[in-house]
């Protein structure tokens, strides 16, 4: 199902740190996972994707990790800046034909300068 | 490339008012496009799918007559919220895929902000 929350999880880093953001998915037939990054007022934008045949995948300052064991994901920033303070979603494509997007719960990144 | 764009971007009207939202792919053709809602702090929740040429699919809980869904072409769906009322305020947001690149994500528009009083 869908995840719905009423208080967005909040990760506070320092300028200059790596942050790590983590999203626990739920349908093992999920085959494909991406990671969205949503600023105020804006809608997703698309950071990295990862398929299920892979577990780690790294692009320009970020990497996503993928635990199907555990149905666990997680987005990693390495530096991070001011500019990344945003909300981001991890979503899941259950699979099928359908190439539905399920999104998780969020979490609001807040870079300290 | 796979830029998708939504007009209006603020919508503010009064209650009983009918609404009709753009989504445009710009770039690409789309025979399947996607409708989400968003309240504040909230995650994106999947409302229907848009299929080009026949009706939309809708998720549990969305009402069909209450949020009409158009497919006419390959580049453009449109949602229209019938007889708004104040609890139908929220965030819409479409998107697409590049159906014909081989493994592209869904990419979004910038959303709609529906305000109804």
């Known amino acids: 199902g869908e995840s719905v929350g009423l208080h967005l999880p909040t990760l506070s880093v320092q300028e200059g740190d790596n942050s790590i953001i983590n999203c626990a998915y739920s349908n093992s037939a999920s085959d494909y996972f991406i990671w969205y990054k949503q600023e105020s007022g804006k809608g997703p934008q698309f950071i990295i994707d990862?398929?299920?045949?892979?577990d780690k995948r790294q692009g320009q300052r970020v990497t996503v990790l993928l635990n199907k064991t555990v149905k666990h994901l997680s987005l990693q920033i390495a530096a991070t800046q001011p500019g990344d303070s945003a909300v981001y979603f991890c979503a899941e494509n259950q699979g099928g034909a359908t190439n539905k997007l399920i999104f998780g719960t969020g979490t609001l990144l807040a870079v300290q300068p | 490339g796979a830029v998708v764009s939504q007009h209006p971007s603020w919508v503010i009207c009064k209650s009983g008012t009918s609404v009709k939202i753009e989504c445009r792919s710009l770039d690409f053709q789309a025979t399947t496009m996607f409708w989400y809602r968003q309240f504040p702090k909230q995650s994106l929740m999947l409302m229907a799918t848009s299929n080009e040429g026949s009706k939309a699919t809708y998720e549990q809980g969305v009402e069909k007559d209450k949020f009409l869904i158009n497919h006419a072409s390959l580049t453009l769906s449109t949602l229209t919220v019938t007889s708004a009322h104040p609890e139908d305020s929220s965030f819409y947001i479409c998107s697409a895929r590049d159906e014909g690149q081989n493994n592209q994500p869904q990419h979004f528009g910038d959303g709609t902000r529906l305000s109804i009083l």
């Open positions: 990862i398929r299920s045949n892979m």
